[in-house]
């Protein structure tokens, strides 16, 4: 989510490794690649994971990007664009900016109804200049150029040609046209481009109240044909409950999970100033894509929640059966009298296993539940997991859960009496691999060329944690 808010569109693996089957498993890695390959625990039950990513890459690759600043980064050597949250024009947070070279800036870039616009259809409101003395004699010209046919100029004036060739006359020439466009106030350098934004009757295209002080969100817009999309992320590992406004009026906006592929219209929005403003729920480190196409008429506000609220109908407490596969160092079928993290577990093949894990539980609705009414909606909440789970309820999967919230609906499958609960619950490689690392070579289950970890490396939180809770549906809930 983040790299996506830094514009990220296309992702390719670096590195996908083809291990030999004689390395074993995990098998041969490249040390500074992202380790995902076959071999990995949980690539059996990748496909939601990598559904998340074709999402967000569909939405990412169409239409344009909308930024409200284009900032020059200067003609120096050695010279590149840093991340989004270096914030070179100082704009961040609630607008964004995209990076121009001087060869962008030089050929591409001219001026329609005060914009700066591109040939791609790419436009801005205000070109920011960075904060040095030095400047291409060929921008400065540009910058004139511009000016001149209306676009908004922001930064310090400049003292100085760049290069060494006839420099004295250079300097002086751009010193001339410095006091031309800095002298007479046709290009503004003293006051910061939010400001100047705001003078210009650009208010922030992203902005957020309620939450807490050290809340940390971020975004990125797209424009697709007639449409806004917005990808909004929360960048704490912690639920947010926020009201966003965005700078949309007169469409209704839409909630799109990438995790999931639910679409569904806002039940609950506001239009004010030419912006809209609705609530939004985060699960910890989520994110949604917040889309308007249609006319509000379309889809006007109901006043209901945007969200569902749940409530607790029973928790599932006591013993599970759990089985590891013995091929891992698994001790087979086990019984857990309470839900517990797999190394807290005093038995070397739970504490040190990696790999997948079989919960099962038996369990009737609570008396009363209400399951006369053909109505109500049943969700299975397994509360903590590490790291995905498979969720099978009767004998029917419900889906495979990566991140949180990890609930499934299960009505239609749930009964009164008798459910069959089965949960398949995956962890990562390296508590398998430093379990190994204190046992003989001859003895070791895993194979790796990775040595980082070693037998006195903090074991990783593995399996179901819970609580595992039963819910309905509380109220008008969505």
Not at 130 to 141: D, G
Not at 236 to 262: H, K, S, Y
Not at 338 to 362: C, D, F, M, Q
Request: proline share 7%.
């Amino acid at each position: 989510d983040k790299a996506i808010c830094e514009g990220l569109n296309l992702l390719v693996w670096h590195a996908f490794v083809c291990s030999p089957q004689e390395m074993g498993l995990p098998g041969q890695q490249y040390f500074a690649g992202t380790h995902l390959n076959p071999n990995v625990t949980w690539w059996e039950k990748s496909g939601p994971f990598f559904a998340y990513l074709n999402r967000c890459q569909a939405l990412m690759q169409q239409g344009l990007f909308v930024a409200d600043v284009a900032w020059y980064y200067g003609d120096h050597v050695p010279n590149f664009a840093q991340l989004k949250k270096s914030d070179p024009a100082k704009i961040l947070p609630g607008y964004d900016y995209d990076v121009f070279t001087e060869e962008v800036l030089l050929t591409r870039t001219a001026v329609q109804g005060g914009r700066l616009v591109l040939p791609d259809g790419m436009s801005y409101r205000v070109l920011a200049l960075p904060n040095r003395p030095i400047i291409s004699l060929p921008v400065l010209r540009k910058l004139r150029e511009l000016v001149a046919a209306g676009a908004t100029v922001v930064g310090p004036a400049p003292t100085e040609a760049s290069g060494l060739l006839d420099f004295a006359a250079r300097d002086a020439e751009v010193q001339r046209l410095a006091a031309e466009l800095w002298g007479g106030g046709r290009i503004i350098a003293d006051r910061p481009v939010r400001t100047v934004l705001r003078e210009l009757g650009v208010p922030p295209d992203f902005e957020f109240t309620g939450a807490a002080a050290d809340a940390n969100f971020d975004y990125l817009h797209r424009r697709v044909g007639a449409a806004e999309v917005y990808f909004v992320a929360n960048r704490l590992n912690r639920p947010e409950q926020i009201a966003a406004t965005f700078r949309v009026a007169g469409r209704a906006p839409e909630l799109w999970n990438a995790v999931t592929g639910e679409r569904r219209p806002a039940a609950s929005y506001e239009m004010r100033d030419g912006r809209t403003t609705l609530a939004l729920e985060f699960a910890p480190c989520g994110s949604w894509f917040v889309v308007f196409r249609a006319p509000a008429a379309a889809h006007p506000a109901s006043g209901r929640d945007n969200f569902a609220r749940f409530a607790p109908a029973a928790e599932l407490t006591g013993a599970w059966q759990v089985r590891f596969d013995p091929r891992w160092g698994g001790p087979g079928a086990v019984e857990f009298a309470n839900l517990a993290s797999w190394p807290a577990h005093a038995e070397p093949g739970i504490k040190h296993y990696s790999g997948t894990a079989v919960y099962t539980k038996r369990f009737d609705l609570p008396p009363g539940a209400g399951t006369g009414n053909r109505a109500a909606r049943w969700f299975l909440d397994l509360g903590s997991v590490r790291e995905l789970a498979e969720v099978r309820l009767n004998g029917k999967s419900y889906g495979i859960v990566w991140a949180p919230p990890f609930r499934v609906e299960i009505t239609g499958a749930v009964r009164p009496t008798g459910n069959l609960l089965e949960v398949e619950v995956v962890n990562f490689w390296p508590n398998r691999v430093i379990g190994d690392a204190a046992l003989p070579a001859e003895q070791r289950l895993t194979k790796t060329n990775i040595l980082e970890l070693k037998a006195n490396t903090a074991l990783m939180a593995s399996g179901l944690l819970g609580p595992v809770r039963l819910e309905t549906l509380a109220g008008d809930s969505r």
